[in-house]
């Protein structure tokens, strides 16, 4: 895999790929970006990955260099450049270059790159016997703060609640909002099954609206598995019956441990491993072919 990396035009080895210390999204993680995965040479979700960046861009009154289009043939033509078929895609939109101070505005021209990575999953064998969490203390960013909804550059609060994973020796935490209500981890959604219903945070808790979310709600909308998009507690998360996180990286990973706490029988769940596997028939069927 070579590893060029697009940046405001042109392309870069990766030694070479750098930005300006004055580029507000290095400054103050004044900035959007994305997570694509391409699987066997197809980049699932592209057009769902770039709406969602360009929402987050205009939340945050962020001009984008390029249109939407314009932006797909960059991510698609960066891969050919790596001569990638499997990858991890991450577009970068910052605010650019300006001085030192906190007004947007000021700064010309937004940054745009794209990295085109080797993926890094989590070890297969969490997916055959699921994966121990945390609940973690840090709260997750208020809405009326810095909403979740937007992917934004600054990704602090969910580096805090994954420092904590990661001193429990854990690979991902659940994040509860202000409220107590579970909102998600520090980079997946979470689902829940209590008496065969499949239950998600809604988007007033405080998430990013997944992409890999969505697609698992129309799974189970499709195959009659009954859903509801409600607030829940820890104490919801400790006596489910099956739980398993989503995003992008991850798929669908069952969880079977929370806090030290068994979920279900121990092992992932029927509905987890169900859509799993629908959620994988999908990746291989669709998406946008790089040449
Ligand atoms: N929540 C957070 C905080 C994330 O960063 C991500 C993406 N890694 C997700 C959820 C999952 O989103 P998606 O399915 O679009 O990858």
Redesign the pocket.
């Known amino acids: 895999m070579g590893n060029v990396v697009f940046i405001n035009g042109e392309f870069y080895e990766k030694e070479d790929a750098k930005i300006s210390v004055f580029d507000k999204g290095f400054l103050y993680g004044d900035g959007v970006f994305e ?1 694509i995965r391409a699987y066997d040479g197809k980049i699932f979700k592209l057009d769902e990955h770039i709406d969602r960046m360009f929402e987050g861009a205009k939340a945050i009154m962020l001009e984008p260099p390029y249109t939407k289009q314009e932006i797909k043939s960059i991510i698609i033509d960066t891969c050919r450049k790596n001569d990638v078929k499997d990858a991890y895609i991450r577009p970068v939109l910052s605010r650019g270059i300006g001085d030192l101070g906190l007004n947007p505005f000021l700064s010309k021209k937004a940054s745009f790159v794209v990295i085109v990575d080797k993926l890094v999953m989590y070890p297969e064998e969490i997916y055959t016997n699921g994966m121990s969490v945390i609940v973690a203390s840090t709260v997750r960013n208020s809405t009326n703060a810095l909403p ?1 909804m937007i ?1 934004s550059l600054n990704y602090l609060n ?1 580096i805090l609640a994954k420092i904590e994973a990661v001193n429990a020796d854990v690979f991902e935490a659940v994040m509860l909002n202000e409220d107590g209500f579970v909102a ?6 979470i689902f829940i099954v209590k008496n065969g219903v499949l239950i998600t945070p809604p988007k007033e808790a405080g ?2 609206v ?4 969505n697609e698992v709600i129309k799974i189970a909308k499709k195959n009659g598995i009954p859903f509801e998009e409600r607030l829940f507690s820890k104490m919801d998360l400790y006596v489910a019956d099956e739980i398993f996180l ?4 991850a798929e669908v990973v069952p969880v079977t441990k929370v806090d030290k706490r068994t979920i279900g029988d121990g092992k992932p769940g029927k509905i987890t491993t169900f859509i799993l596997e629908e959620y994988r028939k999908l990746t291989k069927s669709e998406g946008v072919p790089i040449r």
């Open positions: 997570g979740p992917k969910n998600e981890c520090t980079g997946d959604n998430i990013l997944g992409i890999t979310r989503t995003g992008t990286g």
